[in-house]
């Protein structure tokens, strides 16, 4: 993601989320997972301005090591945890998700909405294992088909993803690397109406955004309106062994 324009980061930053997602499902997956240890080593990965982070913070009471490529995101991480109360818990840093400065065997949860596709699945599940204490786990979202003949605007939207694949191919990809699943649940559509609209509205006002990097964010909502029920988030709960 180091290629992406300094004004895009900038245009996110403006946003609740860099992602779809929402704070009801981070609780419900969080909630769903095996009791972590006491004192958890907690890591969350592409993290954006922090959406996650700060649920992830309040719920599990514990610091949360917040890794983004950007400063930018992570300046309004920082502002959004103290307003939130929880500098002493959110701790931002800046790192690439391809070589994240975490001791191997040391993380107990890693947490990856969204962000995954930047490595590609196959190779963030290769990275991101030796990463992880024995028995740790990691929760993902990614984009995956919801059925087996998506529409060609669908398929055009998502060609830059090329191992996209469905939820059976996600959780054997998975399995192969050697994960073992823990469930999976697809991501409410809601969730994409609220991201997808935050993004119309700054769209909406005053921007940098070079014509062609908006059309294509214009075009990704429009997309989603008409083919909305063949393609979304799923979340990947997996564990080490």
Same mark, same amino acid.
């Given at each position: 993601m180091t290629?992406?324009?300094e004004e895009g980061f900038r245009f996110f930053a403006t946003l609740p989320r860099q992602a779809p997602g929402s704070d009801a499902r981070t609780r419900s997956v969080l909630r769903k997972l095996?009791?972590?240890?006491?004192?958890?080593?907690?890591?969350?990965?592409?993290?954006? =301005?922090g959406a =996650?982070?700060? @649920?992830?913070? $309040?719920?599990?009471? @514990?610091?949360?090591?917040?890794?983004? *490529? =950007?400063? *930018?995101?992570?300046? @309004?991480?920082? $502002?959004?945890?103290?307003?939130?109360?929880l500098t002493d818990l959110v701790r931002p840093e800046v790192a690439d998700m391809a070589a994240l400065p975490v001791a191997p065997g040391s993380l107990d949860l890693l947490w990856?909405?969204?962000?995954?596709?930047i490595l590609g699945l196959e190779e963030a599940f290769r990275r991101w294992l030796p990463l992880m204490a024995s028995g740790g786990v990691l929760v993902l979202s990614d984009a995956v088909w919801l059925t087996n003949s998506p529409p060609p605007e669908a398929v055009a939207l998502w060609q830059e993803y090329p191992t996209m694949?469905? =939820?059976?191919?996600? *959780?054997?990809?998975?399995?192969?690397a050697g994960w073992r699943v823990l469930f999976t649940e697809v991501l409410e559509p809601e969730a994409w109406d609220a991201y997808l609209g935050s993004i119309r509205a700054a769209l909406a006002?005053?921007?940098?955004?070079?014509?062609?990097?908006?059309?294509?964010?214009?075009? $990704?909502?429009? @997309?989603?309106?008409?083919?909305?029920?063949t393609y979304g988030y799923l979340f990947l709960a997996l564990q080490a062994p």
């Amino acid at each position: 993601m180091t290629d992406f324009p300094e004004e895009g980061f900038r245009f996110f930053a403006t946003l609740p989320r860099q992602a779809p997602g929402s704070d009801a499902r981070t609780r419900s997956v969080l909630r769903k997972l095996p009791p972590l240890p006491a004192h958890p080593t907690v890591a969350d990965v592409g993290c954006g =301005s922090g959406a =996650s982070t700060m @649920v992830l913070a $309040e719920d599990l009471k @514990v610091p949360v090591r917040a890794f983004d *490529i =950007s400063p *930018i995101l992570l300046d @309004v991480l920082t $502002e959004r945890a103290a307003a939130r109360g929880l500098t002493d818990l959110v701790r931002p840093e800046v790192a690439d998700m391809a070589a994240l400065p975490v001791a191997p065997g040391s993380l107990d949860l890693l947490w990856a909405e969204g962000s995954a596709f930047i490595l590609g699945l196959e190779e963030a599940f290769r990275r991101w294992l030796p990463l992880m204490a024995s028995g740790g786990v990691l929760v993902l979202s990614d984009a995956v088909w919801l059925t087996n003949s998506p529409p060609p605007e669908a398929v055009a939207l998502w060609q830059e993803y090329p191992t996209m694949g469905t =939820s059976a191919d996600a *959780i054997a990809r998975a399995e192969a690397a050697g994960w073992r699943v823990l469930f999976t649940e697809v991501l409410e559509p809601e969730a994409w109406d609220a991201y997808l609209g935050s993004i119309r509205a700054a769209l909406a006002q005053p921007h940098a955004l070079a014509p062609d990097f908006a059309a294509a964010l214009e075009t $990704e909502a429009a @997309v989603w309106d008409t083919a909305r029920k063949t393609y979304g988030y799923l979340f990947l709960a997996l564990q080490a062994p």
